[in-house]
């Protein structure tokens, strides 16, 4: 069978190489719009098969190069040796590997880098100052005033250049070896760091699947993506505070933060879990805060609709809604839904023993999924626990049930266009952070 030119990227030797040789590599640029097509492919609603993602990467290694002479191409490519699917090269340098989760934790951190970089270029300047550390957990501040070490304390951060001065001028200066005593040890200063907690609550009813607007993609790419490039800068720059990540639709389930670009939204296939719950997204969300020890604890809503959900707990209280409304619509997920969900979707579904009820009112909440949605929201605020809502939706309905939930709460509520989710997020995080620190410490 003759070969392909038109999938050409690069080509091995099948030659034996000399020693001292090294292998044939992509160019950084070929290396990045490959990077760049693999995030856009986990981002969408079908992830594509290891398989199926080769035609596409090679597309797009040989961007900008359509021009060449096909007999020019099928030269070099003869000359080279024999071509390794792309695939392959990506799994032999750690960005890939055969699952339908396809990428890797180095693949992972060097996308949500590259989107990260994208995010905060087109943010404000205006100090951001953000200094990046390998370290991950918790820690302190490192300031720049000193003090002398004291008997008892930890030997570390030591002011190095300030002790040896402080011993040359106790000797007098100018005598060799210099011989450093304890009393001449002095230490950098820290501060605690205080430590936040921050729950994504990202909403994966059926519309979410809605176009973002003028650019390519969906509401719910959009929020993956931006969480993706946030989680990123979580781990680098504010490594010992904590963000989890609960999607919801009907019913609600938390997800591993390296599973963001795989998340799905639901339809109507799955089972009546296409709803809006934000009552299940507030108790999981405030389940897992409980658990964390972080000193400030915060809740974002991403969504784009109104609740038409929200948890029945006994028989009385659905008697209370079928008196109103003798037609209304209750749900359980059943054993074989759950399955198929920790099968498809690697999650579980949180649920106790109760059914949920299900009311889509178009333009308006129903009273007793309100109800439900603002007493699940104010137990959040009893523990201490900010909520703020991201609208990704125009409707002046939406914008206006929102933001009185949020009077109510004491928290914000914004709409933003879903292609600048990124930068909204990010700056919102940090500006956060900075608040934070100053309403502890007085900076």
């Keep these: 069978m003759p070969r392909s030119t038109s999938n050409f990227v690069y080509s091995l030797s099948s030659e034996k190489k000399e020693e001292g040789s090294s292998e044939p590599e992509v160019s950084n640029e070929q290396l990045t719009r490959i990077l760049k097509a693999m995030a856009r492919q986990a981002l969408k609603e079908k992830t594509p098969s290891v398989q199926d993602l080769e035609k596409i990467l090679q597309g797009a290694a040989t961007e ?8 020019e191409q099928e030269k070099q490519t003869e000359s080279m040796g024999s071509d390794e699917p792309i695939t392959k090269y990506l799994q032999r340098k750690g960005y890939l590997k055969e699952d339908k989760k396809w990428l890797t934790k180095k693949g992972f951190f060097e996308i949500g880098q590259r989107m990260l970089d994208d995010i905060v270029k087109a943010i404000n300047e205006g ?9 991950i957990g918790s820690g302190g501040i490192l300031l720049d005033s000193t003090s002398k070490l004291e008997r008892g304390e930890e030997f570390k951060n030591i002011d190095i250049p300030r002790t040896v001065l402080n011993s040359v001028q106790r000797s007098g200066g100018g005598k060799f070896p210099i011989e450093i005593k304890f009393e001449d040890f002095e230490r950098f200063e ?3 760091e205080v430590k936040v907690g921050v729950v994504y609550c990202i909403d994966l009813s059926s519309t979410m699947k809605y176009s973002a607007g003028s650019g390519e993609g969906s509401r719910i790419e959009a929020a993956k993506k931006a969480l993706w490039a946030l989680y990123v800068l979580n781990k680098k720059f ?68 109104q609740p038409s959900a929200c948890f029945v707990d006994d ?13 209304s619509h209750f749900y359980k997920p059943d054993a074989a839904t759950m399955s198929k969900i920790r099968t498809e979707r690697d999650s579980r579904l949180d649920i106790r023993d109760e059914m949920v009820y299900l009311c889509y009112r178009y333009k308006q909440v129903d009273p007793a999924i309100h109800a439900k949605t603002l007493q699940e929201a104010k137990k959040c605020r009893r523990e201490g626990i900010e909520i703020d809502t991201i609208m990704v939706s125009e409707e002046e309905e939406l914008l206006s049930y929102v933001e009185g939930l949020e009077r109510q709460l004491r928290g ?32």
């Design 127 to 135: 100090g951001l100052g953000l200094h990046e550390t390998k370290n």
């Design 238 to 305: 504010f490594p010992s505070d904590s963000i989890y990540i609960v999607g919801f639709g009907s019913l609600a389930s938390e997800v591993k933060p390296r599973d963001i670009p795989y998340l799905k939204t639901y339809d109507a296939n799955d089972n009546f879990l296409h709803y809006t719950n934000y009552q299940a997204a507030f108790r999981l969300a405030l389940k897992i805060l409980k658990k964390d020890g972080a000193h400030n604890k915060r809740i974002v809503m991403i969504t784009d609709g």
């Design 64 to 71: 900008g190069k359509a021009g060449q002479k096909e007999d």
């Design 190 to 192: 820290t501060r605690e």
């Design 315 to 327: 028989e009385s209280q659905k008697e209370a809604i079928l008196s109103e409304k003798p037609y």
């Design 412 to 443: 914000r509520a914004y709409y933003i266009n879903p292609e600048k989710i990124g930068r909204v997020l990010i700056n919102d995080f940090i500006l956060n952070k900075r608040k934070v620190l100053s309403s502890r410490h007085g900076w």
